[in-house]
């Protein structure tokens, strides 16, 4: 099915189980233990080995040797795979460094070989028996020193930016500062991996199947269709599970050396500098406005740095779209750095860019002595600030902010900043904008009816923890006229059609597109079958009628059953229109006199982000993000080791995370909205908008509580203290 | 992790015979800390003697009116007794305030004292750690501190003593007592179970070789008003930047111990002589002779304004 033209009445518009608050079909299974992750899985006959890997111990460098003996003497010991007898192995183009390293060393904890046992323990024990002596190489580590050699590589400019901010009454100027965030999924990276003769089945944890299974082959250099991806729960991925990662090729290489199945489990401190993380920002802004508050020149400049042939954060993106003014300028710089991979973390680009222009925003209201809710409001715009022509299909910005002031008492706000005490406590409130564009992807499935009148979906989607089960369920069940209990629903797996997957807040709309499409096909092949006009045939209760004639589902699919399949794919709307998603977060903190503590009191978060498939599960997702940019905001940094070149707070005792003692109290609303370009489902994403703005509202907050700006996060005490009064 | 064998052992004296005969043997209790330093081969037993089995988890009244506290007594159990709450309000504080819940169930209180440093280069084998490996240089120094220790440092070492309830026991002037191979005991002061690294930051406690933690002894009750406060980024399950734990009598006399500053729990009973004057006093005389790092020199404002809120509280309180 090809989506080119604004959705009009569909059955999806009934809501009689899209758009209901609905459990998830597999809480159950998850909550009794029986819904099976990567590192569970068995192989049906055999008995797996089990895999232990050994990361590099300097940044960058060469293995000058590399000491197996004791290792392969070890009980137990079945192979080791190193780059040297690996064979040779390709590198897919979404993968920066090479997933096997050696002997050159890009990064710390680069993997440079698996060690295979019987038992996890002997293989754990073993691996630190291999001994590497490296030849220790010179490395880019600091991103600040970088900065001045980094060239563009993105750009964006309308009107004269120089010549208005210079001519602006009121400027603002200033630099932010944002760390390098990891995922830090509760599930680590895991896989099992199988070959038959040459076909190789791997259990995994991955969020897009199809990316996976394409890379493997061109990693391993064989034909995609020899093998097979399976993922269908996924610990949590945050954009650490988007790409093939060491797991997955080690676990492949180490099973067919060891001729056998093998499992390779990532450890908790492999997550930091093995896999991706989001990389550090440096970005500057400037803002020129005249003393009507009405900004007439905007510039945000970004920089990161990644290894080689990597990508940068595009922090300065939501600037183009997010706020007018005629002159704008919008620059994003990638240093070259030799620390572990940079790449997409929850809302990349923009989470890392709304904490710093949300907070330029905040002190740009204060500088024109505006309310910083209203200075939003008077730079709202309803098209696109680079090509006015062009509309956005849905732009309720205005309304999440006047509502989430209402929602959350902000007229108790007071505007200026330290005045407000609480026994012990200085307590402020902040607000920020939330933005993130929606990203129509194809998508496809396939549907099946049977003889009990049970309705099958199949896709390759993945559920990383945010609902996809559920709202593919609702999905087909409001397609097909049947309630939930009637739907079963397979996701995660190669077999199946290929699907939008799990990324960049794609997943729920184009993941349901593809099941809408495949029910269309499928309604139409029992229409045809039962000898019905399809554009007549009701699907309800059950049943498919039309005028006096009624079967149930189970009586039309017969036998054999019926079985349709189709993809979703997108004309231009998303061209013709500026698709985006929008929301307004509101915190308030307090922050203790003496230690200068922050503590959140409670979040609110308003949004308009299309039709809301599932309130309970879409809440959830906003919920967690809130949370995810709570920690951006107030504890979240892998520390840099600018000597070594590694993230030195490599565990979880070290990265902190929020906790639930951090924030007592968290709200959501959705305002109502569909949106007709974005599908036939007329949804759009939630899961990142959650988290972007967050980290500037509570920054806003924190420097609305105390009279300290603080521009470097994450923004903690020892930020304040100096500056809290005696 | 290394293969190691294992046994239960029968009595104190003979876990502490057992140990001093094979070197390279450690004694695990809760296992909270050793097990995650095993697995990542930090520490390296040859031989665990796992003491669970002793009876070693009561807590009884003394003849001197104070609390003989069971070596394997859990930090759940001892945080929630009437008698610690009633009396020693601080040590039960102090203990809620650290780890989780799920930890505080299985760690004990001998093994509380002895836990290790949760500096992130000791943690990490392939960045040079005098504590793991003597003479090989500290990574830390000059390297990320912010959490490090301040005061009682070393060229050596900069860790700093990760336990909330051993900052409480050092206020309270708790006593060790442990079992030596030989099967005699011997009482040592908290004050002294604990070394300041100097050179050997290796050689983290005063105990012998083989020597066994049996009891932790409380002193008659003090009275006073106890507060332990502890500061963190994350209000739950963090190591404390800083804390600071008083005993504040109705004279306005007290007793003060600090943690997250130092490598044991820090307490200087001459700065204790200065609460009078207030806590810019008592700070400059507790943290003499610091020697902070950039990224931690924001510890020495933090006791000070914290003590000052502290004694504030003390001051304020019925």
Redesign the interface.
């Known amino acids: 099915m090809k989506f080119d033209s604004p959705a009009t009445t569909n059955p999806i518009d009934q809501l009689k189980i899209v758009g209901k608050p609905t459990n998830r079909i597999d809480g159950p299974a998850k909550t009794t233990g029986t819904a099976t992750y990567a590192y569970e899985w068995k192989h049906p006959d055999l008995k797996p080995a089990y895999g232990h890997v050994v990361g590099a111990g300097i940044a960058k460098g060469r293995i000058a040797s590399i000491d197996l003996g004791d290792a392969q003497a070890y009980p137990g010991v079945l192979a080791i795979v190193t780059a040297e007898n690996a064979g040779k192995l390709g590198k897919s183009k979404r993968n920066t460094a090479k997933l096997l390293g050696g002997p050159e060393i890009d990064h710390y904890h680069q993997a440079i070989a698996v060690v295979i046992a019987e038992t996890f323990e002997q293989a754990r024990a073993a691996a630190q028996l291999v001994r590497v002596e490296y030849i220790r190489a010179e490395g880019s580590f600091d991103l600040a020193r970088s900065r001045d050699s980094a060239p563009d590589v993105q750009n964006a400019a309308t009107g004269d930016f120089l010549a208005a901010f210079s001519d602006a009454p009121i400027q603002l100027d200033e630099t932010y500062t944002t760390p390098d965030h990891s995922h830090a999924m509760m599930e680590p990276h895991a896989s099992l991996a199988a070959w038959d003769g040459d076909k190789l089945v791997v259990w995994t944890s991955n969020q897009m199947i199809d990316w996976g299974r394409t890379d493997l082959a061109a990693t391993l250099g064989i034909k995609k269709d020899k093998i097979q991806f399976i993922s269908p729960y996924i610990g949590g991925g945050f954009g650490g599970k988007l790409f093939l990662r060491a797991d997955v090729v080690l676990a492949a290489l180490a099973a067919r050396a060891a001729k056998r199945p093998v499992k390779v489990a990532l450890t908790r401190p492999f997550i930091f500098n093995n896999t991706t993380h989001r990389p550090a920002t440096i970005q500057r802004i400037r803002i020129g406005a005249g003393k009507d508050g009405k900004i007439t020149a905007i510039g945000h400049e970004t920089w990161s740095g990644d290894l080689p042939d990597g990508g940068p954060e595009t922090a300065a993106e939501q600037s183009r779209l997010l706020y007018a003014g005629a002159n704008r300028m919008m620059a994003t710089r990638l240093a070259l750095l030799d620390l572990p991979e940079g790449n997409a973390m929850r809302a990349p680009g923009e989470a890392p860019g709304l904490m710093a222009l949300e907070i330029a925003i905040d002190e740009m209201a204060e500088k024109l002595e505006i309310d910083p809710i209203e200075f939003r409001i008077l730079n709202d715009i309803q098209v696109d600030p680079e090509k006015p022509t062009r509309q956005f299909s849905q732009r309720q910005l205005v309304a999440c902010l006047r509502q989430g002031a209402e929602r959350f008492a902000w007229n108790k706000r007071n505007p200026r900043a330290g005045q407000i005490r609480d026994g012990e406590w200085l307590v402020g409130m902040g607000v920020a904008a939330a933005f993130r564009n929606n990203i129509p992807m194809k998508s496809a499935a396939r549907v099946r009816v049977d003889n009990r009148g049970i309705v099958t979906v199949e896709t390759d989607m993945t559920d990383i923890g945010t609902g996809s089960y559920t709202i593919i369920a609702q999905t087909a069940a409001e397609m097909m006229g049947v309630g939930l209990d009637m739907v079963t629903v397979s996701l995660g797996d190669s077999a199946f059609p290929v699907a939008a997957g799990s990324g960049g807040q794609w997943g729920a709309n184009s993941s349901t597109a593809g099941v809408y499409a495949a029910c269309v096909k499928l309604r139409e092949a029992l229409s045809h079958k039962m000898e019905f006009d399809p554009s007549d045939a009701v699907f309800a209760d059950g049943t498919i009628s039309a005028g006096n004639r009624r079967f149930t589902l189970a009586e039309a699919a017969g036998e054999t059953g019926v079985v349709a399949e189709d993809i979703m794919e997108y004309g231009d709307l998303a061209k013709r229109y500026q698709q985006s998603t929008f929301g307004a977060h509101f915190v308030e903190v307090g922050v203790d006199t003496a230690t200068a503590e922050i503590r959140i009191r409670r979040m609110l978060a308003v949004c308009a982000a299309g039709r809301i498939l599932n309130p309970k599960t879409a809440r959830s997702q906003v919920i967690g993000a809130m949370t995810m940019g709570a920690g951006a905001a107030l504890m979240e940094e892998l520390v840099v080791d600018k000597r070594v070149g590694f993230f030195v707070n490599h565990d979880l005792a070290g990265y902190e995370v929020p906790v639930h003692a951090d924030i007592p109290h968290q709200d959501v609303i959705f305002l109502d909205e569909t949106d007709p370009t974005s599908s036939p489902m007329k949804a759009k994403g939630v899961g990142e908008l959650g988290i972007c703005g967050v980290g500037a509202a509570i920054a806003n907050a924190i420097y609305n509580a105390t009279g300290v700006r603080v521009r470097d996060y994450p923004i903690t005490l020892d930020k304040l203290l100096d500056q809290m009064p005696a | 992790?290394?293969?190691f064998t294992y046994e239960r052992a029968v009595s104190p004296a003979a876990a502490a015979q057992a140990a001093a005969h094979l070197p390279g043997s450690k004694f695990i209790a809760g296992g909270t800390n050793l097990l995650d330093l095993m697995?990542?081969?930090i520490e390296t037993p040859t031989h665990l003697i796992d003491v669970n089995g002793l009876a070693l988890d009561r807590i009884e009244a003394t003849p001197e009116g104070g609390l003989r506290i069971g070596a394997l007594v859990r930090n759940t159990d001892l945080a929630a007794d009437a008698r610690v709450r009633r009396d020693y309000g601080l040590l039960s504080r102090a203990l809620l305030s650290g780890a989780s819940g799920q930890l505080r169930n299985k760690a004990t209180t001998a093994g509380n004292l002895l836990q290790r440093a949760?500096c992130?280069?000791f943690?990490?084998t392939?960045?040079l750690c005098n504590k793991r490996h003597p003479g090989s240089g500290c990574?830390a120094l000059?390297?990320?501190s912010?959490q490090h220790a301040v005061v009682g440092v070393s060229d050596s070492c900069i860790a700093s003593h990760p336990s909330d309830m051993a900052v409480a026991m050092r206020a309270l002037d708790a006593i060790v007592e442990t079992v030596l191979p030989d099967g005699s005991t011997r009482s040592i002061p908290i004050a002294e179970l604990h070394r300041l690294p100097g050179d050997t930051p290796h050689i983290e406690t005063t105990l012998g070789a083989g020597e066994l933690i049996v009891a932790v002894t409380l002193p008659k009750p003090i009275g006073g008003k106890h507060i332990y406060?502890k500061?963190?980024?994350?209000?739950?399950?963090?190591?404390a930047?800083v804390s600071v734990a008083v005993i504040v009598q109705a004279d306005g006399s007290g007793r003060v111990a600090v943690g997250g500053v130092a490598p044991k729990p820090w307490r200087v009973e001459a700065a204790e002589a200065r609460l009078p004057e207030g806590a810019k006093a008592v700070t400059d005389e507790l943290l003499a002779g610091a020697a902070p790092t950039r990224e931690n020199a924001?510890k020495l404002?933090?006791v000070e304004?914290?003590l000052?809120?502290v004694l504030a509280e003390a001051g304020s309180q019925p």
């Open positions: 992790m290394k293969a697995k990542l081969q949760r992130p280069y943690y990490d392939d960045q990574a000059g390297g990320f912010r406060r500061v963190r980024d994350r209000a739950s399950y963090a190591f930047l924001y404002t933090l304004r914290t000052r809120a």
